[in-house]
């Protein structure tokens, strides 16, 4: 497993999408501390954060795009069908280098954030709480996008598919108030991963959104197992 994840984090950098994923994601993190700190002349980073999980709509497929598709469409995956690491191993493997570039990523774009404290004073507690709240919503997301990679041997559908379901699972919880139904809005406010980010966003550390979004996490994981369990056997 350890192999695997040493594999696919250094595979980010000897292609381009390491080097493309960090650009984006630190350009448009200086663009948004810009905007939501300096042009709106306030230190608080909770507009920051909020905004910036937007952008994960692009951003998340270009980490999870090739994870899967790749080894199938170069049939390589055959070797990860037959090697000695489980397939829950292989896939929580790939899982875990996605999450480590995007850390890594997001803990460099936090020094935008340091021309900000030197002018006023900065919530800690709210900067903690939202990095934490946006960690968790990326896992999820890049759990969603490596089983949209494992469907398919295309790079661009897979990207294509990851955006539009991430694009639905942050814009459902808008569309729930208009429902009547009780029940259904409920159900339809479950899928709804932006609703579970709220409380981080105003710097309360919430248990049970955790275990909401590492259960989304597991389930997703779970379900590209059973993908490549099946074709396994087929």
Do not use: H
Not at 49 to 69: A, D, E, G, R, Y
Not at 125 to 134: Q, T
Not at 192 to 206: A, E, K, P, T, W
């Amino acid at each position: 497993m350890l192999a695997i994840y040493k594999r696919e984090l250094s595979a980010y950098f000897t292609s381009t999408i390491g080097y493309i994923f960090m650009a984006v994601f630190l350009a448009l993190s200086g663009a948004i501390v810009w905007f939501s700190t300096f042009f709106s002349a306030s230190t608080s980073f909770a507009n920051y954060f909020f905004i910036m999980i937007f952008f994960f709509i692009v951003l998340i497929p270009i980490l999870t795009m090739k994870l899967l598709s790749e080894e199938r469409r170069t049939k390589t995956e055959q070797i990860l069908l037959t090697s000695p690491v489980s397939l829950a191993g292989i896939v929580t493997a790939k899982f875990f280098a996605a999450l480590t570039l995007f850390e890594v990523t997001f803990l460099i774009s936090l020094l935008n954030l340091i021309p900000v404290s030197r002018y006023g004073t900065v919530n800690i507690a709210e900067i903690i709480s939202n990095f934490i709240g946006v960690t968790c919503v990326a896992a999820s997301l890049i759990a969603i996008g490596i089983f949209i990679s494992a469907l398919t041997e295309s790079q661009f559908i897979a990207a294509i598919g990851s955006i539009a379901v991430i694009l639905g699972t942050l814009l459902v919880g808008l569309f729930s108030s208009s429902i009547s139904n009780n029940v259904i809005r409920i159900v339809v406010k479950w899928f709804s991963i932006l609703d579970r980010y709220v409380n981080f966003r105003y710097g309360i550390f919430d248990v049970s959104s955790i275990i909401y979004y590492v259960s989304i996490s597991a389930i997703f994981l779970f379900l590209t197992v059973r993908v490549y369990e099946k074709r396994r056997w087929a």
